[in-house]
């Protein structure tokens, strides 16, 4: 499995993002996905997450009512939109896919896709 991460770029505080993540190689429809991020020095957190049929979902405390996980299984893709935006929300986002069905630890997600630097300015 190939994931491809995009959508990232630079916005001003309050302002607006969506990220995909885009799978090739294998269908990823039964995997539990996820969006990471990891600001310099720190470690990667997750962001949000959402199972096989989107019926379940999970956002951290810190982006919770201003991010959005989807997904659409029959065009392989995962999405993440991101309004109201913050300056803390500046890291580098990654997509990834659980391979172990532990979803809380970074450690069950097999596949990565490469990032994509999401910069706020205040």
């Known amino acids: 499995v190939q994931l491809q991460a995009s959508g990232g770029g630079l916005v001003q505080a309050g302002g607006s993002l969506r990220l995909s993540c885009a799978a090739s190689?294998?269908?990823?429809?039964?995997?539990?996905m996820a969006w990471f991020r990891q600001a310099p020095g720190q470690a990667r957190e997750r962001v949000s997450g959402?199972?096989?049929?989107?019926?379940?979902?999970y956002y951290a405390d810190s982006v919770k009512g201003r991010f959005t996980i989807s997904r659409d299984n029959a065009q392989n893709t995962m999405y993440l939109q991101m309004n109201s935006l913050k300056p803390e929300d500046t890291a580098v986002y990654y997509c990834?896919?659980?391979?172990?069905?532990?979803?809380?630890?970074?450690?069950?997600?097999?596949?990565w896709g490469q990032g994509t630097q999401v910069t706020v300015s205040s």
């Open positions: 959402i199972n096989w049929s989107g019926s379940s979902t």
């Open positions: 990834a896919a659980a391979t172990v069905p532990v979803v809380h630890d970074v450690r069950s997600y097999g596949y």
């Open positions: 190689g294998r269908t990823v429809s039964m995997y539990y």
